[in-house]
């Protein structure tokens, strides 16, 4: 025999029937919509909510488990996985936009690879180099566009 579903829900009906009203993420519509109809006492069981939403038994386990814990609030949050670390620390990525400031800054991707090699023992593709300057780092002044020098070096080259 399966457990009973004991969960007591301190938001109103009314409350949830406006937030979920107004979601917009499908994820988190799912959830409110399990918790108004619990409140509502439209459901009894893990497996009717789970057969209603379409999903498994035990990721509502996991919702309720996480509502339990921390609530409305811990119930809606989006976890994002970490994704992979960067292949340039912060504090390089600082030094290297210093030197993409300075006038006499690099002269080509081949330089920036060469810089990170020698004065920070990075291995770093030239492919990564070129997207890393055409798309990451962040223009500071605009009167001075290092990497637009840089560009147009390269378009010279």
């Known amino acids: 025999?399966?457990?009973p579903l004991v969960l007591t829900i301190t938001e109103s009906s009314e409350e949830l029937q406006r937030r979920l009203q107004h979601e917009t993420d499908a994820r988190q519509q799912e959830r409110l919509q399990m918790l108004y109809w619990l409140k509502q006492g439209l459901v009894h069981?893990?497996?009717?909510?789970?057969?209603?939403?379409?999903?498994?038994?035990?990721?509502?386990?996991?919702?309720?488990?996480?509502?339990?814990?921390?609530?409305l609030q811990q119930l809606l949050a989006?976890?994002?996985?970490?994704?992979?670390?960067?292949?340039?620390?912060?504090?390089?990525?600082?030094?290297?936009?210093?030197?993409?400031?300075?006038?006499?800054?690099?002269d080509s991707d081949k330089a920036i690879v060469q810089w990170l090699r020698q004065e920070h023992q990075l291995e770093v593709a030239h492919p990564t180099v070129h997207r890393i300057v055409r798309n990451?780092?962040?223009?500071?002044?605009?009167?001075?566009?290092?990497m637009e020098r840089l560009w147009q070096h390269l378009r010279a080259a």
Request: with cysteine.
């Open 45 to 71: 069981s893990r497996p009717q909510i789970a057969q209603l939403l379409h999903c498994d038994e035990s990721s509502i386990t996991r919702w309720l488990n996480a509502y339990r814990q921390g609530g």
């Open 78 to 106: 989006v976890k994002t996985p970490p994704g992979a670390a960067r292949i340039i620390p912060p504090t390089v990525m600082a030094q290297f936009q210093e030197h993409l400031q300075d006038p006499s800054g690099f």
């Open 136 to 146: 990451v780092v962040p223009v500071f002044a605009p009167e001075v566009n290092p």
């Open 1 to 3: 025999m399966a457990r």
